[in-house]
Structures are given as structure tokens and as C-alpha cells.
């Protein structure tokens, strides 16, 4: 019996609580591919093993190894573990105009923009301090988070120097 690799993300089902994760196979590579349950695609389910269940959480993705079902239509997780993506922080400014710090993992972007934030979670240093430090997916986040911090400060200090107020607290400790 043959294992296959693929990515995947896990919910929880609605009739049972279980994790449970769908796949669909490519027709031209004929790889498995994770889909969301609402796919037009032809899917299958994936159950986890005895041995994963209440060690996985919903929603983070995971590189699994899946076993097809012996007796009906799909596949059991045998092996999970969880994706971590290289973050890159990056700041732009152009003076009097736009201040931005952004960290970029994956298909995410988290903007530190103090002056015209959306929300006051990217206005505020320690806002998207919080959000880095609740991600699960981000490789080596402790220096992610320090590189991100230098940044930010450096980016409020070229701020007031080109004559705007930073209103948000100045974050000065280290990781907590």
C-alpha cells in the first residue's frame, strides 16, 4: 500500500467533531491536491489516524502523508507536520507620503503603517506585535519579531523627523 504527500488544512466536521480534511487529484499531474469542502472539484475525505487525533488543530496548514482507505472512498493521515514559511520584513518609505513596515510569510502581508493604518491594530507597533507573536506558521519567529521591531522604530523615528506625530505606544522591551 502506497503513501502520498500533499498539503493540507483540517476542519472540524459538523456531524461528528473530528478533524477532517478533503483532496481532489490533479488531472494533468495526477498529484493530490488539498481543496475546501465547498470545491467543485471531485474530492475525497481524509480522516486522521488514532494515533493524530487531539494533536492537530484546525485551520494551520500541514504537510501530511495519507494512506488510501481500505474499504471506502478515501484517505487516512498517517503523518502531519505543520508548514512553516520564511517571513521577510520589508520597509517602505516615501517621505511625507507612505511609512510602511510589511512582513510577508506565505500568502499573508501584516502592515505596520502608523500613518495610515485601517485598522488600530497597523497603526500600533505593539498591534502587529500581537498578531506576529500568535501565528503558529512563521520560521524562526523570535527573529522575525526583533527584526520587525528594529524596523518599526526606526520607521516612526524617520516619521517625526519629517514632522508627523506617532500616537501609538513606543515599544521599547524586547520579546516577551
Do not use: W
Not at 520584513?89 to 511625507?96: A, Y
Not at 491594530?121 to 520587525?148: F, H
Request: proline share 3%.
Amino acid at each position: 500500500m502506497t503513501s502520498e504527500k500533499s498539503q493540507l488544512k483540517f476542519a472540524r466536521s459538523e456531524e461528528t467533531g473530528e478533524l477532517i480534511g478533503f483532496v481532489s487529484r490533479h488531472s494533468k499531474t495526477r498529484k493530490l491536491m488539498g481543496v475546501r469542502e465547498d470545491s467543485r472539484f471531485g474530492k475525497q475525505i481524509c480522516v486522521l489516524s488514532e494515533d493524530l487525533k487531539g494533536t492537530l488543530e484546525p485551520n494551520i496548514l500541514y504537510s501530511v502523508e495519507l494512506k488510501p482507505m481500505h474499504k471506502a472512498n478515501g484517505y487516512v493521515v498517517v503523518a502531519a507536520t505543520p508548514v512553516l514559511f520564511q517571513a521577510h520584513v520589508e520597509t517602505v518609505i516615501v517621505p511625507k507620503t507612505l511609512y510602511q513596515v510589511t512582513v510577508t510569510f506565505g500568502n499573508k502581508k501584516i502592515f505596520f503603517d502608523p500613518k495610515d493604518g485601517k485598522s488600530a491594530m497597523s497603526r500600533t507597533i505593539d498591534g502587529v506585535l500581537e498578531i506576529l507573536k500568535g501565528r503558529k506558521d512563521i520560521k524562526y519567529k523570535e527573529g522575525v519579531i526583533t527584526d520587525y521591531l528594529n524596523q518599526a522604530r526606526a520607521l516612526v523615528r524617520r516619521m517625526e523627523s519629517d514632522g508627523f506625530i506617532y500616537t501609538g505606544d513606543r515599544h521599547q522591551g524586547g520579546i516577551q
